[in-house]
């Protein structure tokens, strides 16, 4: 640490998984850093509170899964225990129970993506159903995460892949379908083909236990955010809630100078975006010097995916056999999860009564009714799931809508997402939305696109040392020699062949 990288600036806006990342990382470097979040309190999304009565509740659950091996090594070097145990997970649809999914690293390991298809118990899709998937096989191979595989893919929804490559209508209905739902937040006519091989490969079929989840023991703001915000703060970083970023300086030499926030104004040395793509819009619209630039305006044409988050208090104790649920085919475009918080969440776990959170995904058309009128809905939804919920009353509940609020990845978006480097000589992106070619997804993506944002600027202002970003797991050997022998047909190909048909 020198008295040099003391004196640099760097302002960091939004303190979700990225900007904490980033914000964390500089301040172990020795700068000064100040983290500015619009909203009441760190955490972004993923943050908690508590209700006037004194009720935790969140916007919707989040689960770390197995791959999120950089959250992972960032929770031992916090020294917190903040995470259940490794746990296993349903899916329900209007007929009961469909799926149950085992705990996939205890299982004996199969070559990829074997043991997915394997070991899943699906109570009613049919094996012929099942097997309509392998020539997919083909397309999990061709798409590497390249930027020229992207673009190959980007243009193309989730279901004109599917289709193309033979799956069954019933396995895209009861497998495909929930699962882009639920991991890309809308219906597959909706998802970008690319997104959705990127996601099923890092969750599902890349290696056998990549499914394996836990979740917080809390909230996430309690539990992770909380020690994390103190950690900084011991290091001297300033974390300001209730600052919405209007405007940033721009200089004669390209280099921003300072973040504006209304009547305020924070000197940088260098500047890093972390917020989502609803965050950056709103900045863009009030930032003549963003709007001045194309790569900005062209985020407009980007969307997000509106999300409502419900947590019922029930009277009575209810025997629920998985803590964590999806279910499918309730709304034609609505995924929606479930979990049991008595089995999840410290604070819940002697509670006389039963307490469920419930979080719907491209959920448009239930934003606009009341509070009662949902609840109402999310009750007869679980009874049809766990019928014993017939007969409990609802004591308590919360609803929050947030509209706008995750990445939508639809088709041809690609082209608009901004990488980590902007036209701006010292102003850098990072979160879930961002190009990178690291290969994770969702919080595991937006932490470490904060430590790639965080490594920018270190490299930029040449002081101090670039945070350890830990890879994606290597892909297993034939995956390996698969893409390979593609590699070859398509260089092979394109030297043969004229290039006139369409990518």
């Not at 961002?434 to 930029?460: C, D, F, M, P």
Request: glycine content about 8%; charged content about 20%; aromatic content about 12%.
């Amino acid at each position: 640490m020198t008295e040099a990288s003391q004196q640099k600036r760097i302002v960091v806006v939004g303190a979700g998984w990225a900007g904490l990342g980033a914000t964390y990382h500089l301040a172990k470097q020795g700068y000064d850093v100040t983290l500015l979040e619009a909203g009441p309190y760190p955490g972004g999304l993923v943050a908690g509170w508590k209700t006037p009565g004194g009720k935790s509740v969140e916007a919707g659950i989040h689960g770390f899964w197995y791959p999120y091996r950089n959250i992972f090594a960032l929770i031992n070097e916090l020294d917190i225990n903040p995470f259940t145990s490794w746990t296993r997970s349903a899916q329900y649809s209007p007929a009961g129970l469909e799926v149950e999914s085992p705990i996939f690293q205890e299982m004996p390991q199969l070559p990829a993506p074997l043991g997915t298809f394997v070991y899943t118990r699906f109570q009613r899709l049919p094996l012929i159903d099942r097997l309509s998937a392998l020539p997919l096989l083909y397309a999990v191979i061709d798409f590497d995460n390249s930027d020229a595989a992207w673009r190959r893919y980007d243009s193309v929804t989730a279901r004109e892949l599917f289709k193309d490559f033979g799956v069954s209508a019933r396995l895209y209905r009861d497998a495909f379908e929930p699962m882009l739902l639920v991991g890309l937040f809308a219906p597959g006519e909706q998802c970008s083909a690319a997104a959705t091989l990127g996601m099923l490969y890092y969750f599902i079929l890349a290696h056998q236990p990549n499914f394996d989840v836990v979740w917080c023991r809390g909230t996430v703001g309690e539990k992770i955010f909380r020690p994390w915000v103190k950690k900084i703060e011991k290091l001297g970083g300033k974390v300001l809630a209730k600052h919405r970023v209007t405007d940033v300086i721009v200089n004669d030499h390209n280099r921003a100078t300072g973040v504006v926030c209304g009547e305020q104004v924070f000197d940088a040395d260098a500047v890093i975006f972390a917020v989502g793509i609803t965050g950056i819009k709103k900045i863009v619209s009030s930032s003549p010097s963003l709007q001045s630039r194309e790569e900005f305006r062209n985020l407009n044409n980007l969307g997000a995916i509106d999300v409502l988050a419900t947590r019922l208090w029930f009277d009575r104790k209810i025997d629920i056999p998985r803590p964590s649920n999806a279910c499918f085919g309730f709304d034609d475009s609505t995924g929606w999860t479930f979990f049991d918080l008595n089995a999840l969440h410290d604070e819940y776990q002697n509670e006389p009564g039963t307490v469920i959170e419930a979080d719907f995904y491209h959920a448009n058309q239930l934003l606009n009714l009341n509070d009662d009128e949902i609840i109402t809905i999310v009750h007869n939804y679980l009874a049809t799931c766990v019928p014993a919920f017939k007969q409990a009353k609802v004591i308590d509940s919360s609803v929050i809508r947030l509209p706008n609020a995750v990445t939508h990845f639809a088709p041809g978006s690609y082209r608009d997402m901004l990488p980590a480097r902007t036209s701006f000589a010292n102003v850098f992106m990072s979160g879930d939305w961002i190009i990178t070619r690291h290969g994770s997804w969702s919080q595991e993506k937006a932490y470490v696109t904060g430590l790639e944002a965080a490594n920018l600027v270190t490299s930029y202002l040449q002081q101090g040392q670039p945070a350890e970003i830990l890879p994606v797991e290597a892909d297993e050997v034939h995956i390996q020699i698969g893409r390979s022998l593609n590699e070859t047909a398509r260089n092979l190909g394109k030297a043969i062949l004229p290039n006139f048909w369409l990518p």
